[in-house]
């Protein structure tokens, strides 16, 4: 039977899923589980939503087979598993979360070895082709293929970090954050060994986009996420400022460097308590970075009575990445 409900698939355990709910739940967009031993949850907010709980890898294959229409999962499952059909369409590739990459790593022992290129005089001192253990045989031989190093690919399921030194593998290709796993089995990545940043990212089926339900679908998604990601490293400042006029306090901002807000200040007349006419309330918003050069500038040209208040969402006329998604489908 055809279905009628659209899926989206998210990662079934680990940090990712509980980031991914959490990043969707600060979108405005809440998932209903009501058995946390279920695989199927739905959105309130988006009838006819089904949300699916998968393995990252699960998550790319459906959504590649059209058996899912949206996923969020990390870019290097996705590169590892996309395929060459261009079924897959990456509609939003920097979420902000679930930061790593896919790199080389070799053994401490290894002190000529800093760079990927003096792995040809590894592999030349061992007289063979180096055996690399990795969960990710496509990314790593598309890479090492590509600087022309004598390798051989060893899959492993388990802890890769362990190989080289049971002799099972010569070095790894796998998934680093902080580098402190790699530090703790004696292994450092080599300084141009990256072969794919990763972070979370939402990806559709190209096929399903024709459907104009699925379309509004991405659409909703992207104005949210892209409203909230814009919004997540912005505040919004609040001032009251004397001046003769609302132009000539303009003036006075634009001479500063951090004021200026997103296209100008917002300026309007205050009914003063004391009469006085030439009281105006300030409104801007600022990077969150440029909080404490924000308020020096602003006392700098007569501000008082400031307020901070987060920013939830800050909404264009129309999301970038919605009109790139309508480009890619032409």
Known sequence: MPRTELRLSIPSKGRLSEDTVAFLAACGIDIYKPNPRQYEATIPSMPGVTVLFQRPTDIVISVRNGSVDFGITGLDVLEEHRGENGDILVLHDALGYGKCALALAVPESWDSVETVADLRGQAESLRRPLKVATKFPELTSRFLATQQIPFEIVSAEGTLEIAPAIGFADLISDLVSSGQTLRDNRLRPLTDGTIQPSQAALIANRAALQNPSALAVA?????????????????????????????????????QKTIGGLNGPTISHIIHRDGDPNWYALHIIVHRNELFSAINELRAIGGSGVVVAPVTYIFEEEPPRYKAMLDALR
């Open 219 to 255: 659409r909703q998604l992207l104005e949210f996420f892209e409203a909230y990601l814009r919004a997540h490293n912005n505040l919004s400042i609040f001032a009251n400022m004397r001046g003769e006029s609302p132009q000539a306090i303009a003036g006075r901002i634009f001479a």
